[in-house]
């Protein structure tokens, strides 16, 4: 690819000469190509070359790209970590994405996570904290308004971007969270909301309306999801390009709106998905019942490392008491040697003497009683069959825990306390 780039490079800058706009995006390639390869001193002698061509050729005032090449800029001294000049060159371009579009613009929301990060590993953890908090909450409002418009490409390509960030805060949260249920809170809101993101977008309302023979209905449905596509892509436009293409965002917000109103009238549909959080889960628990979301994710230390972790969050029937956590920290462990050995196990049906004590049972050793639990499991822990193992009694699990697998604990208060869905649900929990 490398050779390719240059082989551009040559026939554009003999062609069309080195200050066309096209040789600069050439270089700007040529740069990210050197990044990714670790010569850093090329690329920033292309990025050097390539923003003087734009600003000769654009100016400054209406120079977007100067933000993509501070972002690269900045980019080559985290990875130098020199984060002092990192942060320079992130503002700059958070400062033209700001001034270009918007605080909601998904450019100006990458720029900030990559500010996050420089905060965190100049060992300012609280800036941090505030900055990663102020892009999830962009994520929040994109998966709520605009993802169930998207295809199902789409929403993996969106989430395989965001979803780091999420690791990050979890980084983020365990530094801060001592003695403070609140960021265990958050790490537990944030997989309701995401927890089988890709599985529970909009299969159910799409499958509810098509197949309900009601020829209207799906007419409007197909034109809420072609203006919510169109709407979506509106987003990542500038004020000129909206003003060239003639679209008028908020007319078009607006007849988004008035078509989820005319569909919610129908058929139940709901335009945005409802945010759950922990306390409403929890007062849809009945006594003896715990609500248990497993996270996992990589720790993070200017990159993410290979440890990885599983932070176990569940809340009980308590009405004043707080997500608590079980924090497991041999998650590379459960992912290979001991998922071999769990594998072996049942595939020459052999005593199982290990999986228990690794998987359960520093789980078990932290819950209040035996209650009845309904777990939504991540990682490895959708690979095992937890209910199968035997204790050292030599007891299944099966026989001594009332165990519930669920794809998102929200399913409980979707199922007992929302009165939208409970019909929709009705017999999905035991």
């Known amino acids: 690819m490398r050779q390719l780039f240059s082989e551009a490079e040559n026939i554009i800058g003999t062609k069309l000469g080195s200050k066309n706009p096209t040789y600069a995006e050439i ?4 740069a990210i190509l050197y990044i990714a390869n670790g010569e850093y001193d ?23 790209n100067s933000a993509v090449v501070n972002v690269l800029k900045g980019n080559i001294y985290y990875k130098r970590k020199q984060y002092d000049k990192a942060d320079n ?26 500010l996050s990060r420089t905060y965190y590993m100049s060992g300012d953890i609280r800036r941090a904290e505030r900055t990663i908090v102020e892009v999830l909450k962009n994520y929040k409002k994109f998966i709520q308004v605009y993802f169930p418009a998207l295809s199902e490409r789409g929403k993996a390509k969106f989430w395989n971007t965001i979803k780091t960030d999420y690791e990050f805060f979890n980084t983020i ?22 927890k089988a993101l890709l599985l529970n977008s909009s299969i159910k309302i799409k ?10 209905l799906i007419s409007i449905y197909n034109g809420w999801l072609e203006k919510k596509e169109i709407l979506t892509y509106v987003l990542s436009m500038s004020s000129q390009e909206l003003a060239e293409s003639g679209i008028n965002q908020e007319t078009l917000t607006k007849e988004v709106e008035s078509l989820e109103r005319e569909l919610s009238q129908r058929s139940e549909f709901g335009g945005k998905s409802e945010s759950v959080t ?14 248990m979301e497993m996270v996992r994710f990589r ?28 924090l497991l920290n041999n998650g590379k462990d459960l992912e290979t040697r001991y998922l071999k050995y769990y594998r072996n196990s049942m595939k020459f049906r052999l005593e199982d003497g290990y999986s228990y004590e690794a998987f ?21 822990y959708n690979q095992v069959n937890i209910e199968s193992m035997k204790n050292p009694e030599g007891n299944y699990l099966l026989d001594d825990a009332n165990l519930i697998l669920v794809s998102n604990t929200k399913d409980i208060f979707n199922t007992r306390l929302n009165p939208r869905q409970v019909q929709e649900k009705k017999g999905e929990l035991q």
């Open 27 to 30: 270089l700007k390639n040529l």
């Open 42 to 64: 090329e690329a920033f002698d292309a990025l050097e070359e390539a923003g003087a061509i734009w600003q000769e050729r654009i100016g400054k005032r209406n120079n977007l």
């Open 89 to 114: 060159f992130y503002k700059s371009a958070k400062k033209r994405y700001e001034d270009f579009f918007s605080t909601k613009h998904p450019e100006y929301v990458r720029v900030m996570s990559k």
């Open 173 to 194: 949260a365990l530094k801060l969270s001592s003695g403070d249920n609140d960021y265990i809170g958050e790490i537990f809101n944030n997989a309701l909301l995401t």
């Open 207 to 216: 499958k509810r309306i098509l197949s309900s023979n009601d020829e209207e």
């Open 278 to 291: 922990w306390d409403l889960v929890q007062n849809a628990l009945q006594p003896g019942e715990i609500a």
């Open 299 to 326: 720790h993070f230390d200017h990159n993410f490392t290979d440890s990885v972790m599983y932070a176990v969050l569940y809340v009980s029937d308590e009405k004043k008491s707080k997500p608590q956590m079980i």
């Open 360 to 380: 359960w049972k520093p789980i078990h050793e932290s819950l209040p009683g035996t209650p009845k639990i309904f777990l939504s499991p991540d990682g490895v």
